[in-house]
């Protein structure tokens, strides 16, 4: 079992920044691919970002990459999402999640997710 609580949303102006942490509790953190997703008014949860557990490979949407980065750091139990020059449409709640074996994309396959964390960017 992993617990995640994530932390760090808040309001931003356009072109602000943002760092969120997720805090994992358990003992198989280290064993998990993390992810980030977000979920805006009205519109399906979409994928973000993700790492592998040993955080030797990282994984972004075309909508953030270049401006997002996902670092995780296992000592702490932590995944991490900077996030640079933010825009209105990254107004969303952010979820961190959780699962085993292999990276995927796809939001149906993690296992474990956070309560999320509201993310808006004012214009």
């Known amino acids: 079992q992993v617990q995640l609580v994530e932390s760090g949303g808040g309001l931003v102006q356009a072109g602000g920044s943002l760092r969120l942490s997720c805090a994992a509790s358990g003992r198989t953190f280290s064993r998990c691919v993390m992810g980030w997703f977000r979920q805006a008014p009205g519109k399906e949860r979409e994928f973000v970002a993700a790492i592998t557990q040993s955080g030797g490979s990282t994984y972004y949407a075309d909508s953030v990459k270049g401006r997002f980065t996902i670092s995780r750091d296992n000592a702490k139990n932590t995944v991490y999402l900077q996030m640079y020059s933010l825009k209105p449409e990254d107004t969303a709640v952010y979820y961190c999640?959780?699962?085993?074996?292999?990276?995927?994309?796809?939001?149906?396959?993690?296992?474990?997710w956070g309560q999320g964390t509201q993310v808006t960017v004012s214009s």
């Open positions: 999640a959780a699962k085993t074996l292999y990276y995927t994309s796809e939001s149906a396959a993690y296992e474990y």
